[in-house]
Every structure is written in structure tokens, then in C-alpha cells.
């Protein structure tokens, strides 16, 4: 297995995660990478893992991948580290949905009801013991969730870590190379077509973010349904004596939308995020800013004297039922790790360790069998 080679298409957390599990197996590895590597969502992401408070009721299937791949964060914060000497901003303190009128409350109780049913770990608190954990939170804040076990990471210093674990294990990474082609031969994939010519491959994976359906020579069958979501976000610095240290997401019944604050050892405090359908559009637009800084000062109003130190976008590759398509597809060789949507970076161990077996083995893995491209074919 090992003399195979190995293309991946797309440098971001899913394309590196998966490139230095084989790299580190000893498997022969390129990832081609159109821009930087890891510039993409991968940079754009709010960072947190939370699978109980991104969980929707009507995805289980993602729900336990989604706790899989938080079990092994710890075990993958330690072999990258390790590995790397570099740290990569892994956080425990946990996450608190807050509400902030009676409305909220309401709809938190509807929440919290459901999390117990599914046998997730979550606590009721009143605003009160919420205040006593974060003593910054508004006096308003009525009710909370607490799901001590909703993590983050930072998922910059991530991607930094994982090009640099990598390339320390032979892995080469084509910068600045654009995949405009998937090369598919009597029903296997032979390689991929760049601006540099024919590159050819013995496997390719298809890790390209939300441009994984514009890459051409694939079956109109076989183009994954992902599709760019926009998050707009923003940070801001903390000082020493204004701090959080536990997410906090609110939940609104009315508005203004909900919004995460995600805050970085460094005192970095990432707010977000928009969620827009408007295509590959990228544009910051004020409308955004306001409503992430308006939900972000409802939820902890000592933070309007803080400094706005970035403001970016980013394109989350959302699949139409906002689960990841990992594994084979009907073309030999030809594996797909997309369409993570809002929770690429929780998934990028699970999605590292299982597709970098299954390519090892030929075997795919009990746990990502329910996520292969045919679920969609009945569609
Ligand atoms: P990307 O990081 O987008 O990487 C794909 C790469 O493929 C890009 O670098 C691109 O340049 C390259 N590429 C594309 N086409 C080609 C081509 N033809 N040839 C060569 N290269 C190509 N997830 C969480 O778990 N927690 C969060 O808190 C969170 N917050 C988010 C907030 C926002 C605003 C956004 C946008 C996303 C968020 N996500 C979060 C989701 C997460 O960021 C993504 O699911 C994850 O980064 C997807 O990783 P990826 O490697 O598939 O995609
Ligand atoms: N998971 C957070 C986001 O996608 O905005």
C-alpha cells in the first residue's frame, strides 16, 4: 500500500488532517492546494466542539460522529503537539447557551429538554449560577445551558501545526496549484490535471472545502452537493481584568441573531457568525458586523469598551443534509472528505484517522459508513 500514490485535492484542516495520518504511515502523499494551504474555512472557523450545541434533533447520524471525533481530540491535541513542539490553543473550560429574556428562556428549556432525552451532558442553570461562572455576563441573563463538555481549539494555530506535522513527515505540499481536473479512466480515478499538466495518482481525495462540486471530469452523478455558506465574523482583544473563559452562544427568540464568543488564551475573543446563502460571495457587509456586535454586548456588555482588532468572512462547505460525504464513491480510488459544513473542525480527527485507515486498509469503517455519497442517489 505504502508505494501508492496519494493525491489529495485541497490544503485545509480536512486535506492536511488526513495527508499527515498517511504521510505518517509512510504512504507517498501530495496535497495540492490552489492558495495557501489552510486559508480557506479552515482559517475563517469560529474553532469550537460542540456537538451538543451545534446538534440539531433530526441529525443523529452526525451527532455521534460529531462525539466520536470529540473523544479523540485529546489523543490528536497530544500526537500534534508532540509532534510539532507548536500548541494549538486546545481549551476545556466548556460552553454556556445563555438566554437573555423570557422568551429565550423558553426556548432553552425546549432545548435542554431535548439535549437530556438524547442523554447528552448538559446542566440547567438559573441566570445566577450562570453569572457565577462568568462573572462578565449581562445582569439580564435569564437561564443557561451548560455542556461542560463543548471544547475549542484554535483553529489557526491548527492548521499552522498540521502543514508543519506534515511536511516534518515527508508530505508534499503543492502551493499555488489549481486542480481543474479530475482524470477518471474506464470507471478509476488515473490522476488530476493542473495548470502544470497531468499529475498522475493511484488514489486521489477530493477535500475541497465548499469547491469540491467545481472541480471538472467528474459524472454529474458523482458532484457532491456542498455549497458555500458565509459566515461573517470578527475578533476583538480582552484584557486581563475583562475576560471570559468558557464559549458562550446566546439563543434568541427574537433579535437580534444568536452569536458565539470564543475566547483564545491569548485573549483574543473570536464573535460570530452570520449564516448566508449568497454563493461564493465573500463581502463583509455592516448590517453583519452590527448584529454579531449588538448579540455579542446583549451577552456581556463590559466587552463595548473592547478594541475590534479583525474582521473577516469565511465560506463554510455545507452539504444539502449538513453532514460530511466521506469514503468511496462509484469511481475506483476516488475518495471524497467534504461537505463538513459547520463543524469541520470537531471532525477533522475522526475524518483524519477513519479516511486515512480505510485508504491503509481497503476496509472502510463502521464509522463513517452512513456518510457515503449514495445516501443522496434516492434524492
Ligand atoms: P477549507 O478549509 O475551505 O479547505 C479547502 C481547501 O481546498 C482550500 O484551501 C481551497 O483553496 C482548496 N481548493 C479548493 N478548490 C481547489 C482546487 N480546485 N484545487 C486545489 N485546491 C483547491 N467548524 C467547527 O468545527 N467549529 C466552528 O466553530 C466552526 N466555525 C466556523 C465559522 C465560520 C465563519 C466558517 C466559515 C466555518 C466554520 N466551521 C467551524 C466549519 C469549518 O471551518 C469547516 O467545516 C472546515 O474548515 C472545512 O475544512 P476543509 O478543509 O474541508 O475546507
Ligand atoms: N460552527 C460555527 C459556525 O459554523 O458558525
Redesign the pocket.
Given at each position: 500500500m505504502n508505494n501508492k500514490r496519494i493525491i489529495i485535492?485541497?490544503?485545509?484542516?480536512?486535506?492536511l488532517g488526513i495527508g499527515w495520518q498517511l504521510a505518517k504511515a509512510g504512504a507517498a502523499v501530495t496535497i495540492?492546494?490552489?492558495?495557501q494551504?489552510?486559508?480557506?474555512?479552515?482559517?475563517?472557523?469560529?474553532?469550537?466542539?460542540?456537538p451538543i450545541a451545534e446538534a440539531h434533533i433530526d441529525e443523529l447520524d452526525l451527532l455521534k460522529l460529531s462525539n466520536q471525533s470529540l473523544e479523540r481530540y485529546p489523543e490528536w491535541v497530544d500526537e500534534l503537539e508532540s509532534e510539532t513542539e507548536m500548541t494549538i490553543g486546545y481549551r476545556a473550560e466548556g460552553t454556556l447557551i445563555i438566554g437573555i429574556n423570557p422568551d429565550d428562556s423558553y426556548q432553552l428549556k425546549h432545548a435542554y429538554n431535548l439535549y437530556k432525552d438524547l442523554g447528552l451532558n448538559v446542566e440547567w442553570l438559573s441566570g445566577q449560577e450562570a453569572r457565577k461562572i462568568e462573572g462578565a455576563l449581562s445582569p439580564y441573563v435569564t437561564a443557561a445551558i451548560r455542556c461542560e463538555t463543548d471544547h475549542q481549539v484554535d483553529?489557526r494555530l491548527m492548521v499552522q501545526a498540521l502543514e508543519h506535522a506534515y511536511l516534518g513527515r515527508g508530505g508534499v505540499l503543492q502551493q499555488n496549484?489549481?486542480?481543474?481536473k479530475i482524470v477518471i479512466e474506464n470507471g478509476n480515478v488515473t490522476g488530476i490535471q493542473t495548470q502544470d499538466g497531468f499529475q498522475d495518482a493511484d488514489v486521489c481525495i477530493l477535500?475541497?472545502?465548499?469547491?469540491s462540486g467545481?472541480?471538472n471530469g467528474l459524472p454529474d452523478s458523482m458532484i457532491p452537493p456542498v455549497r458555500p455558506v458565509k459566515?461573517q465574523?470578527l475578533a476583538l482583544q480582552m484584557r486581563e481584568d475583562n475576560m471570559i473563559s468558557n464559549v458562550v452562544r446566546t439563543v434568541k427568540a427574537r433579535y437580534p441573531m444568536p452569536v458565539y464568543l470564543?475566547p483564545r488564551k491569548d485573549g483574543r475573543l473570536v464573535i460570530?457568525?452570520t449564516t448566508e446563502e449568497l454563493g461564493f460571495d465573500t463581502d463583509l457587509i455592516v448590517g453583519g458586523i452590527y448584529e454579531l456586535l449588538h448579540g455579542a454586548f446583549e451577552a456581556v456588555p463590559s466587552f463595548y469598551d473592547l478594541p475590534l482588532i479583525e474582521t473577516w468572512t469565511?465560506?463554510?462547505?455545507g452539504s444539502s443534509d449538513n453532514a460530511p460525504i466521506l469514503g468511496k464513491t462509484p469511481v475506483g480510488n476516488l475518495i471524497y472528505a467534504?461537505g463538513?459544513?459547520?463543524?469541520?473542525?470537531?471532525?477533522t480527527p475522526i475524518t483524519a484517522y477513519e479516511i486515512s485507515k480505510l485508504i491503509l486498509t481497503g476496509e472502510t469503517p463502521e464509522t463513517i459508513a452512513p456518510f457515503h455519497l449514495d445516501r443522496f442517489s434516492d434524492e
Open positions: 485535492i485541497g490544503g485545509g484542516v480536512i486535506g495540492h492546494e490552489r492558495g494551504a489552510g486559508r480557506g474555512a479552515s482559517w475563517a472557523a469560529g474553532g469550537m466542539l460542540g483553529n496549484s489549481n486542480v481543474e477535500a475541497a472545502g465548499c469547491w467545481q472541480i459566515g465574523m470564543v460570530g457568525a469565511g465560506l463554510r462547505p467534504t463538513h459544513y459547520r463543524n469541520g473542525i470537531l471532525l
